[in-house]
């Protein structure tokens, strides 16, 4: 089985540039959330996708968006790239409601996105 | 608004030493409640959770947790600790925003969990 994976590892950015991660969610889970953690911080929910709509998003500007594909992998994008969007990005995937692993999510190693 | 909070920054334990990493919570109606771990420049790994059922919730790597719905609180425990335990241990609660993400996690600041040799 594999697990959720995430590309690239590390990226770095100038401000005011576009950024786009990406995320391969774990075999026969069909959600997908993205998770912003800054340095000494916990992650901070960014946004959910299922069946290829957003469905949940956190306190983050338009600036941030997505993408769910028919195969459940994702996309964020990040525009205008600030100095404060340097952090460690994390996707997650989950299993459908109702079976083994219901509400668990599984998370990727991340992306480091540093914005100088 | 659904919260957790993890009063300590940082527990230090000795090896084969019991180990209790502390969480509180602060929910509407029953809550459902995660502990992660994070290893250095990784990503995070479920260790356990609790919906419903018994107070005592078995996880990975010989962790458990206990849900005290008096106390608000699901600190996490394990009998004895390893020096491979050393990790930033997180809380996080299933936020319930009826109609919108069913998935969103709201999670603590973190501890630093660290097992001297």
């Known amino acids: 089985e594999t697990g959720v994976t995430q590309s690239p590892t590390h990226l770095i950015k100038t401000r005011g540039q576009q950024v786009t991660l990406r995320c391969s969610s774990q075999?026969?889970?069909?959600?997908v959330s993205w998770y912003q953690q800054a340095l000494g911080q916990g992650p901070q929910f960014i946004f959910q996708?299922?069946?290829?709509?957003?469905?949940g998003r956190g306190n983050f500007p338009p600036r941030f968006s997505g993408l769910q594909f028919p195969n459940y992998s994702s996309e964020l994008n990040v525009n205008a790239l600030e100095l404060d969007d340097s952090a460690l990005y994390l996707c997650?995937?989950?299993?459908?409601?109702?079976?083994?692993?219901?509400?668990?999510?599984?998370f990727g190693p991340g992306t480091r996105l540093t914005v100088t | 608004a659904q919260s957790v909070a993890q009063p300590e920054d940082q527990v230090n334990v000795a090896e084969g030493n019991p180990l209790t990493v502390k969480c509180t919570y602060s929910?509407?109606?029953?809550?459902?409640l995660f502990w992660y771990v994070q290893y250095p420049n990784r990503g995070l790994q479920f260790l356990l959770k609790?919906?419903?059922?018994?107070?005592l919730v078995k996880g990975s790597y010989g962790f458990e947790a206990e849900f005290n719905k008096s106390q608000t609180s699901f600190h996490l425990k394990k009998p004895s600790a390893l020096v491979s335990d050393s990790a930033l241990y997180f809380c996080?609660?299933?936020?319930?925003?009826?109609?919108?993400?069913?998935?969103?996690?709201?999670f603590g600041t973190g501890t630093l969990l660290a097992v001297q040799p």
């Open positions: 997650a995937s989950s299993p459908p409601l109702g079976t083994s692993g219901t509400y668990e999510q599984y």
């Open positions: 075999s026969g889970h069909n959600t």
């Open positions: 996708y299922y069946r290829e709509e957003e469905n």
């Open positions: 929910v509407s109606g029953n809550p459902y």
């Open positions: 609790y919906i419903t059922g018994d107070n």
């Open positions: 996080a609660v299933r936020d319930k925003v009826y109609g919108g993400a069913t998935n969103k996690l709201i």
